[in-house]
């Protein structure tokens, strides 16, 4: 894949999509349904031609790019980089292991097939979905602490979209290190990511 500021925006978008749906779902119980079948979808495409067409179009990382320009003006935004940071590390600890690679990968698989029998946002299929996170992600360590409100968080619905979101999060972040995504561009490339970011805004 491009190794370009363009597709680096694109897979953080997405990574920052994802985090910040599961800042919502732990603490409101929802988020915007087009955003999380967007993110939940971007786990099951394996193949795609292009850094873009996992995510599907520009608009459909909107939730992501705002994220991505208000990181640091947010009121939120530490909870959401202390999220962002944690993936990545999880991320690290993944491609690590090759064994939690293989497994990830036929867990994938599996889940692409279920799509023919369950739709995407299926409670099922939400549940399966957060079944390969808490299984194969999970035991990487260390676990991401997810904050919000204790009457959402008790819920197994909730639980289980946010573990299929934060495995929306680590394909995203598995695809900014495919795209040459580096922990210098987070401190060094993020202004340059983040203009990028208000281009496509402005146009999406």
């Not at 800042?23 to 119980?29: F, R, S």
């Not at 197994?156 to 495919?178: E, G």
Request: glycine content about 6%; aromatic content about 4%; overall charge positive.
């Amino acid at each position: 894949m491009a190794h370009s500021v363009y597709d680096r925006t694109i897979a953080f978008a997405g990574l920052c999509q994802a985090v910040k749906l599961v800042q919502k779902v732990a603490k409101d119980g929802h988020c915007d349904p087009e955003a999380l079948e967007t993110s939940l979808n971007s786990i099951i495409v394996t193949d795609p031609s292009n850094t873009l067409e996992i995510f599907g179009n520009e608009s459909q990382l909107r939730t992501g790019l705002q994220a991505m320009t208000s990181i640091d003006s947010s009121p939120s935004s530490n909870e959401l980089t202390r999220y962002l940071m944690s993936v990545l590390v999880l991320e690290r600890k993944l491609a690590s292991r090759r064994d939690s690679m293989q497994q990830l990968g036929d867990r994938i698989d599996t889940a692409k097939r279920q799509v023919g029998h369950f739709e995407l946002m299926d409670d099922q299929m939400i549940s399966n979905l957060a079944s390969i996170y808490l299984d194969i992600i999970s035991p990487l360590g260390p676990r991401i602490q997810v904050t919000g409100t204790p009457a959402q968080l008790q819920q197994q619905n909730v639980q289980h979209k946010v573990r299929a979101l934060l495995l929306a999060a680590i394909r995203a972040a598995v695809l900014w290190r495919q795209v040459g995504g580096k922990r210098r561009h987070l401190i060094f490339g993020r202004k340059q990511m983040t203009e990028q970011a208000k281009i496509l805004l402005a146009r999406s």
